[in-house]
């Protein structure tokens, strides 16, 4: 239900856009955001944006990366700047569904998209 795009390689102090595609209306999940895994290491939360629209990130990336939804076109959207070495990582979407009578919390994962800072 969620695919990734806008990864690649950058140079240090790049920006890139990241965008995430939900095949159904994003007002269906409770929180959407951005995690990432980088090779010998745990994946680790970037960004994530609530339903009412608001947002929090993860300590590295603070000033540099902002997440934003477009309602209209079902996507969530990660723009990346003052790119460094240490954001080379495998960036997954991710979303939840919170339901109610019964309890339910469902969580999906897109299959992610590589993004390479060189030095």
């Known amino acids: 239900q969620l695919v990734e795009s806008g990864g690649g390689l950058v140079q240090t102090g790049g920006s890139l856009r990241l965008s995430c595609a939900a095949s159904?209306?994003?007002?269906?999940?409770?929180?959407m955001g951005w995690y990432r895994q980088a090779p010998g290491k745990e994946r680790e939360l970037v960004a994530r944006?609530?339903?009412?629209?608001?947002?929090n990130y993860g300590d590295s990336v603070k000033g540099r990366f902002t997440i934003s939804r477009d309602n209209t076109k079902n996507t969530v959207n990660l723009q990346m700047t003052s790119l460094k070495p240490e954001d080379t990582a495998a960036y997954y979407c991710?979303?939840?569904?919170?339901?109610?009578?019964?309890?339910?919390?469902?969580?999906?994962w897109g299959r992610g998209t590589q993004v390479t800072v060189s030095s």
């Open positions: 159904v209306s994003i007002f269906s999940f409770n929180t």
């Open positions: 991710h979303a939840v569904r919170l339901t109610t009578n019964p309890y339910k919390e469902s969580v999906y």
């Open positions: 944006i609530g339903s009412a629209g608001a947002t």
